[in-house]
RNA sequence: GGACCCGUAGCUCAGCCAGGAUAGAGCGCUGGCCUUCUAAGCCAGUGGUCGGGGGUUCAAAUCCCCCCGGGUCCGCCA
């Protein structure tokens, strides 16, 4: 794994600041520059910036390659570095042994890695926030494991961090469920099936059903009334009310006409629609939070949009838009333009120079409100104790979301805009299914969690292991999978390829732990740093004794990063070098005291970091598999 | 048409932003290892025009330009 120096945070620090504790990789770089900047000439800035890791071996443990400097061949270091060694341009660092061991363990303990002091940042976190008309599906679920990571893992970086679930209960999708449920007298959702489950099939229904009356009007594509009337068909075979749904419905002269009726009225506060629509939300979200538990996903608060409505807050922003310069006429609706945003502030708020920001119009032409200009007033919400917040929003909605920080700027909460992070993340491609929410046609989490499940319980019967611990090795591997790649990129999911619990998978590195765990409960002297031998921390050894000295510098440019995925390859690694080790020498078994003593302070080390980088990362430790 | 993301082994992914020495894992395939602290493991082998072409550089998977392919967005939806 290479080293990475001098990284410039993505989002700046204000009045706040990460100070690592006991990062001796980073001690080490400072000491190799330090010598190295006396003998070149080149500044330490200069040196310390190109120093990474060596590609084999037998080049050292830290290598920097330095054109034209004339060092001698050979310089003896000080505290961390050994020795300097010259090969071609490169100068190859020996790190020392004896030191780090002793510094690195003589100070171990249960907080390894993390710093002490607090960042002193408020961060929200707000994730998942999926429209409460359907179960989550495979959709929300890179959404809702990268987000609560992300969570956890800053509160452990001592940011003061806040989750937040925005329920998206006044737009469109709510107003067409409401509608299909006042159209049904309002049903409750049948007992043998889940809630969102049942309102999802609604919805579904509902919207297709609309579909059809509205192209019926208009029968000008013979091939898309086919293909939803199929569709229908299915729906059909799923939810028995489904016909009576649509005979209702077709009383209708313009059902768009109604569900546009019942937004309003939900919006500007009719008792009834609150009641009624506030019911079903909360059912769904009941059902959210049953599948979320599953994955170890919790929120500290719901915002309800509806509230923000009816306290008028978005009212006032409306007001304040409406009153800006920045109003202008887009397709004869009043919209913001974004013409006027200077270019050096679009760098500034990570917007595309070469990006024409379309227009937002203000409100819908019966007067109510639309997403993003409640987004604005939650927004202000959100940041009323806080310095940071990161939105985990999918792709999809990147002009959206350049929309809302770019009307942020021109209202004048500049240091909003600033601090709003959009945290994005490509689609999640379940072996090539096609999902559409509205019609009803998904793969939920549930869905997957409990296929994932049944084949870890197989699994534990298999190796007569603990069958209490299948929903912490199900939630692992789906999350382990999500986390070890790159939130940009488009992921390929398998059910096939999530139950391959082998060595790259979340019960790979909880079994991992679970081996260096027991043998540490299995060692019942005291560990006497004096009586290390650290002649025998040679070849793997080495390597795990350094990959552990790492761990703290990991965590410093994954915080400063947001990317997860260098915490989560960083442990693969460093539990492929113990395992490997661990098949070749004994630990507990071995004769000679200091041998063993050295080797259970490596043992220590890496039951720390592995089970310090779980709680960072949300996978369950588990003492038994 | 414009903007953004992505393209690395048969498949799924690291590495790219901060350029350096024979490009790494897992799955798959081949063969080995359980009287030893948990074999969800270990060891060995197999497999790559880093999408293509130019450019910058002593040095390019990595930076710049062009092109090709895939995805997403450009709504009075979210």
């Known amino acids: 794994m290479k080293i990475i120096i001098y990284y410039s945070p993505i989002i700046p620090f204000k009045d706040c600041e990460l100070v690592m504790s006991q990062d001796l990789i980073e001690e080490a770089m400072l000491e190799m520059s330090e010598i190295l900047e006396g003998y070149t000439g080149l500044s330490r800035e200069i040196i310390y910036k190109k120093i990474s890791e060596p590609p084999r071996k037998e080049f050292g443990d830290l290598s920097t390659p330095l054109k034209g400097a004339n060092a001698?061949?050979?310089?003896?270091?000080?505290?961390?570095?050994?020795?300097?060694?010259?090969?071609?341009?490169?100068?190859?660092?020996?790190?020392?042994?004896?030191?780090?061991?002793?510094?690195?363990?003589?100070?171990?303990?249960?907080?390894?890695?993390?710093?002490?002091?607090?960042?002193?940042?408020?961060?929200?976190?707000?994730?998942?926030?999926?429209?409460?008309?359907?179960?989550?599906?495979?959709?929300?679920?890179?959404?809702?494991?990268?987000?609560?990571?992300?969570?956890?893992?800053?509160?452990?970086?001592?940011?003061e961090v806040t989750t937040r679930f925005y329920v998206n209960d006044s737009g469109r999708q709510v107003g067409v469920l409401a509608y299909g449920l006042e159209k049904l007298h309002w049903p409750s959702p049948l007992p043998s099936i889940k809630a969102d489950y049942f309102y999802g099939l609604v919805?579904?229904?509902?919207?297709?059903?609309?579909?059809?009356?509205?192209?019926?009007?208009?029968?000008?594509?013979?091939?898309?009334?086919?293909?939803?009337?199929?569709?229908?068909?299915?729906?059909?075979?799923?939810?028995?009310?489904?016909?009576?749904?649509?005979?209702?419905?077709?009383?209708?002269?313009?059902?768009?006409?109604?569900?546009?009726?019942?937004?309003?009225?939900?919006?500007?506060?009719?008792?009834?629609?609150?009641?009624?629509?506030?019911?079903?939300?909360?059912e769904i979200l009941n059902g959210f939070n049953e599948t979320l538990s599953n994955l170890g996903v919790s929120f500290n608060f719901y915002d309800y949009e509806s509230e923000l409505l009816w306290s008028g807050k978005v009212k006032k922003i409306i007001d304040e838009i409406l009153s800006s310069p920045h109003v202008i006429y887009h397709k004869d609706a009043k919209a913001i333009s974004f013409e006027k945003l200077p270019e050096d502030v679009k760098d500034i708020l990570k917007i595309p120079r070469g990006l024409k920001i379309p227009p937002l119009v203000v409100t819908r032409k019966d007067g109510t409100s639309l997403y993003t200009i409640r987004d604005i007033a939650y927004t202000l919400e959100k940041f009323k104790n806080s310095d940071l917040v990161i939105n985990v929003i999918a792709e999809e909605q990147?002009?959206?979301?350049?929309?809302?920080?770019?009307?942020?700027?021109?209202?004048?909460?500049?240091?909003?805009?600033?601090?709003?992070?959009?945290?994005?993340?490509?689609?999640?491609?379940?072996?090539?299914?096609?999902?559409?929410?509205?019609?009803?046609?998904?793969?939920?989490?549930?869905?997957?969690?409990?296929?994932?499940?049944?084949?870890?319980?197989?699994?534990?019967?298999?190796?007569?292991?603990?069958?209490?611990?299948?929903?912490?090795?199900?939630?692992?591997?789906?999350?382990?999978?999500?986390?070890?790649?790159?939130?940009?990129?488009?992921?390929?999911?398998?059910?096939?390829?999530?139950?391959?619990?082998?060595?790259?998978?979340?019960?790979?590195?909880?079994?991992?732990?679970?081996?260096?765990?027991?043998?540490?409960?299995?060692?019942?002297?005291?560990?006497?740093?004096?009586?290390?031998?650290?002649?025998?921390?040679?070849?793997?050894?080495?390597?795990?004794l350094i990959s552990i000295?790492?761990?703290?510098?990991?965590?410093?440019?994954?915080?400063?990063?947001?990317?997860?995925?260098?915490l989560t390859i960083y442990i693969k690694n460093l539990a492929d070098l113990f395992n490997s080790w661990y098949s070749r020498e004994r630990i507990l078994q071995e004769e000679d005291e200091r041998k063993k003593t050295s080797r259970l302070y490596l043992v220590k080390g890496v039951k720390t970091v592995l089970g310090n980088s779980f709680n960072a990362l949300g996978i369950d430790k588990v003492e038994k598999m």
């Open 72 to 159: 001698p061949d050979k310089i003896i270091g000080k505290k961390y570095i050994k020795e300097i060694n010259k090969v071609g341009i490169y100068y190859n660092a020996v790190i020392n042994v004896d030191n780090l061991f002793s510094s690195l363990f003589s100070q171990l303990d249960d907080r390894y890695g993390f710093p002490e002091k607090k960042t002193g940042r408020r961060t929200v976190v707000e994730h998942t926030s999926a429209n409460p008309i359907h179960p989550l599906h495979i959709g929300a679920l890179r959404n809702a494991v990268i987000g609560d990571a992300l969570a956890r893992f800053l509160s452990y970086m001592g940011d």
């Open 549 to 566: 000295a790492k761990f703290p510098y990991i965590l410093k440019i994954t915080y400063e990063s947001l990317q997860l995925e260098n």
């Open 398 to 544: 990147t002009i959206p979301q350049i929309q809302l920080r770019a009307a942020l700027y021109l209202l004048g909460f500049t240091r909003i805009a600033e601090n709003l992070y959009h945290y994005s993340y490509a689609m999640v491609n379940l072996e090539g299914t096609k999902m559409s929410g509205r019609r009803g046609r998904y793969v939920t989490i549930d869905e997957l969690f409990n296929a994932v499940e049944s084949v870890v319980k197989q699994k534990i019967l298999e190796k007569n292991g603990d069958i209490s611990t299948s929903a912490s090795l199900a939630r692992s591997a789906i999350r382990y999978a999500i986390l070890s790649a790159s939130a940009t990129k488009p992921l390929s999911f398998s059910v096939n390829r999530v139950t391959d619990l082998n060595e790259n998978s979340g019960p790979y590195l909880q079994y991992t732990y679970v081996r260096a765990n027991s043998i540490m409960s299995k060692f019942t002297g005291e560990l006497n740093l004096e009586l290390a031998d650290t002649k025998d921390i040679v070849n793997t050894k080495r390597d795990i």
């Open 203 to 282: 919805y579904a229904s509902t919207s297709t059903i609309v579909d059809i009356v509205k192209l019926s009007k208009t029968p000008n594509d013979k091939g898309k009334i086919d293909e939803l009337v199929a569709i229908a068909k299915e729906l059909s075979e799923r939810f028995p009310e489904f016909w009576k749904l649509k005979e209702e419905i077709e009383k209708d002269a313009d059902p768009e006409a109604e569900i546009n009726r019942i937004l309003k009225e939900y919006e500007e506060g009719n008792n009834e629609y609150k009641e009624r629509i506030r019911k079903f939300v909360n």
